[in-house]
């Protein structure tokens, strides 16, 4: 399903992690893993006097890619490669993913201050932000496989068809069971169903087993997924994200974002292609 | 030596090894905190050095050996430090350096024996010399790649801020509990700072017993800058060449340094320092020429602060804050300098030159303010503005100097660094006190001329005090000192700007394609 997956190293614990999700994911289903770390290109660049700063990020560039080469060959990855990208962070491995056709990027989430949040944008953000390409967030190790049963958190709109549909594909090329989850909301229980039904339909459709979850109004919907996650024995979410700029981003805040920091378990993340490739593609 | 027998350098390791959550940020903390002990411990001494001569009942003579005697340790130690760390290791020098240095500042804390307390500071200068080097390795080599970036600055920024922190806390404790305690904050910090590192950094660099000692090279660089620093002290207190002393001092530094730089040079196979990097590296040499201009800029400080004291009347606690107040200010230069040069606003000559200029303009301004009258409030804005033309001027000294090595010569590069500002200090302390006891001089003589009954002033002063001679005489002795601060603070402004020319020098290369991935 994948082919290529991309997993961006930077060795801090959660990258740690997100080696180890890489390597599970790759194991199942993936040509080839390759283990990125970008190297900031002012470093490297002349004028700035940091030779011997550049020297030691490479030196420790390679050090950790050298790790993690080992980690997957020990893991039974046979085809995992390692890159030193010299850009900025998110633009670097995004141009590397989209150039290698990737299906996938793992990244692992650094904590950050909670009064920071809706100041300053995560790795994750950025990424997500320049690509369409799924993400893979991880903030925890891995318990175990990372596909055997998927929370889809939902609700009845075009987005969220697009999170169904991906988390369907997902399902059925690792054999996993979907659990759909959704809110009542203020048009009723009756419009939440129908976003559940349509779901189970499209897993049934396509020989997945799947469940339903209608959550009760009231209390933070974020918390009510990572927690059901929990409790249901879920060892990843699938979500759709609107990815949200500007103002917006600091009024509403992002459900996705809120999960993502404060899941155990690994989120992989879809977003629909930006507006202007739409109005692109509509005008031709 | 053969001379075709190629000279072997010791090259400690610097393999990077960060070190995540809370272990990566107590190792990071302990680099920092030996850095800030390092800068601050010399600048507490020299504070609460009048307190120390009255302790040991030092004459003025034997008083000026307790900073000489330190120093030319220290420095000494700072050249050797990359040596002690390629044969010991990293963690075993600087926990041994900063227990030697807590136990020595203890003992000299608790002696009253001049003899026993020159010779306590000696080694505490050897100890504290073995701690910049391997801290700034130690800090350099636990950030991850993310954080490297920012080494430069953050480095340069705890470096500006320990010697100016330094002068504080010197007044503050020589002050409020007397000579001896100007020792305490240090012992409890190296104390402190070696029982982190113990705990929390590993001892997985290799140390290479197989290099030979470079004894006599060692005994050359004590014997270098023990004169230098003698001279500094006593040159201008002993009216320079008309006392035996001072000749004896020239004569040991004429012959011990062309000793050491040939010995190293030429003479032994292993030479603790490898002069020749001058030649290969010339940002090395650029960086630190001008790093010797700003130490000598550095001098400054004393000459501020002794302003405070003698004109105004300013406590050593409250002169120490005035010069603290540059830190508020260190704080957006030192990153104001780094956010234009890494983003290609500015070349970083370009950088340099504006921290010269501002740094001119403060030095000047302060020259104009420095009156018998003036209001110490008026310092603090004075004293913000300069700090941040300074900080920016600094900011890329740090990248020049240490940023533009190869890895395996970073242990040297951040050892000159570190030693070409006392260098340039201690020029500054010997030159500008003749230029500072010549104006006061010239001053007062103009002065003297000036003072006549025919003056409406003068008459004034006279009848109201009943004719009061001396009185009148103290007046114009102050007013003659003063008027000679202010007048060597504008020779620093003009000393300052000398750098503008040198920075020419460095070598920066044009902006070119993005580096190639890997």
């Known amino acids: 399903m994948f082919e290529r997956i991309v997993a961006i190293v930077d060795g801090s614990p959660t990258s740690h992690y997100a080696i180890g999700a890489s390597i599970t994911i790759a194991r199942e289903d993936a040509d080839e893993l390759t283990f990125c770390i970008t190297v900031d290109p002012e470093l490297s660049a002349d004028g700035v006097g940091a030779t011997c700063f550049a020297e030691l990020a490479m030196l420790l560039s390679r050090q950790m890619l050298d790790e993690a080469l080992q980690r997957a060959h020990t893991s039974g990855v046979p085809h995992a490669t390692g890159r030193i990208l010299q850009d900025a962070p998110a633009r670097g491995v995004v141009s590397f993913a989209q150039a290698q056709g990737a299906g996938l990027i793992v990244l692992g989430l650094a904590p950050r201050i909670g009064i920071l949040r809706p100041f300053i944008r995560s790795l994750a953000e950025e990424v997500l932000r320049e690509t369409t390409i799924p993400l893979c967030v991880v903030r925890r190790p891995a318990r175990g496989r990372l596909n055997r049963r998927i929370l889809v958190p939902i609700v009845d709109d075009d987005l969220s068809q697009l999170g169904v549909t991906y988390a369907v594909s997902l399902a059925q090329n690792f054999r996993s069971s979907l659990l759909f989850c959704t809110v009542e909301d203020a048009a009723g229980e009756r419009s939440a169903l129908s976003a559940l039904n349509r779901a189970k339909a499209e897993a049934a459709a396509a020989g997945v087993a799947a469940d339903e979850l209608l959550l009760p109004k009231g209390g933070g919907i974020s918390d009510a997924i990572v927690r059901n996650a929990d409790v249901h024995a879920c060892d990843s979410i699938v979500m759709a994200s609107h990815v949200r700029e500007g103002l917006p981003r600091l009024i509403e805040g992002s459900v996705t974002e809120a999960v993502i920091y404060s899941s155990d378990v690994p989120v992989v993340i879809v977003r629909a292609p930006p507006p202007s490739a739409d109005r692109v593609a509509n005008r031709m | ?518």
């Open chain 2, 1 to 518: 030596m053969n001379p075709l027998t190629p000279q072997r350098f010791a090259v400690p390791d610097v393999t990077p090894r960060p070190q995540p959550g809370l272990r990566g940020i107590v190792i990071v903390a302990s680099a920092v905190l030996a850095i800030l002990v390092d800068t601050t411990a010399t600048a507490t001494v020299n504070t609460g050095l009048p307190y120390l001569q009255a302790i040991t009942a030092a004459s003025p003579d034997e008083a000026s050996w307790i900073i000489t005697v330190f120093n030319a340790a220290y420095y000494a130690f700072i050249l050797f430090s990359p040596w002690m760390m390629a044969r010991v290791g990293r963690k075993r020098l600087m926990v041994s350096a900063l227990l030697g240095f807590s136990l020595t500042s203890l003992l000299l804390a608790a002696t009253t024996d001049y003899p026993l307390f020159l010779a306590l500071r000696f080694i505490q200068g050897a100890f504290l010399g073995c701690i910049f080097v391997p801290a700034a390795l130690l800090l350099f080599t636990s950030l991850h790649v993310r954080a490297l970036k920012y080494a430069p600055p953050a480095f340069v920024f705890v470096s500006l801020s320990g010697s100016t922190f330094g002068t504080v806390l010197g007044g503050y404790f020589a002050d409020e509990y007397g000579g001896n305690y100007v020792f305490v904050p240090g012992c409890l910090a190296t104390l402190f700072t070696a029982l982190l590192i113990a705990v929390a950094v590993n001892a997985n660099d290799r140390p290479q017993p197989g290099l030979r000692l470079d004894a006599i090279g060692l005994a050359f660089s004590v014997a270098t800058f023990g004169a230098m620093q003698y001279l500094a002290n006593e040159g201008e207190r002993r009216n320079w060449f008309d006392d035996p002393a001072i000749v004896a001092g020239a004569g040991v530094l004429a012959v011990m340094l062309p000793a050491f730089l040939v010995y190293e040079l030429f003479v032994t196979r292993e030479p603790h320092v490898d002069f020749r990097m001058f030649a290969r590296h010339r940002n090395l040499s650029v960086g630190g020429v001008i790093n010797v201009a700003i130490g000598a800029v550095g001098y400054s400080v004393t000459v501020f602060v002794a302003y405070l004291q003698a004109a105004l009347g300013a406590t050593p606690t409250v002169a120490g804050a005035l010069v603290l107040v540059r830190l508020g200010t260190y704080a957006i230069g030192v990153p104001a300098a780094f956010f234009l040069i890494t983003s290609r606003k500015l070349d970083i000559r370009a950088v340099v030159i504006i921290g010269v200029v501002g740094s001119a303009a403060g030095l000047a301004a302060f020259s104009q303010s420095m009156t018998t009258t003036s209001d110490l409030d008026a310092f603090v804005g004075l004293s913000l503005f300069f700090g941040l033309f300074f900080g920016m001027m600094n900011q890329p000294l740090g990248a020049l100097v240490i940023g533009s090595m190869p890895l395996p010569l970073l242990a040297a590069g951040v050892s000159i660094y570190k030693l070409s500002s006392p260098i340039g200090l201690m020029i500054a302390t010997g030159g500008m006190q003749t230029v500072l006891d010549q104006r006061t001089a010239s001053f007062r003589s103009v002065l003297a001329g000036d003072i006549s009954l025919g003056r409406p002033a003068v008459d004034r002063y006279v009848h109201a005090h009943h004719g009061s001679a001396s009185g009148l005489a103290a007046i114009a002795a102050a007013q003659a000192q003063t008027l000679a601060y202010a007048s060597v603070m504008l020779l620093f402004a003009f000393i300052v700007l000398v750098v503008v020319p040198i920075v020419f020098f460095a070598k920066v290369q044009k902006p070119g394609a993005p580096p190639a991935n890997v």
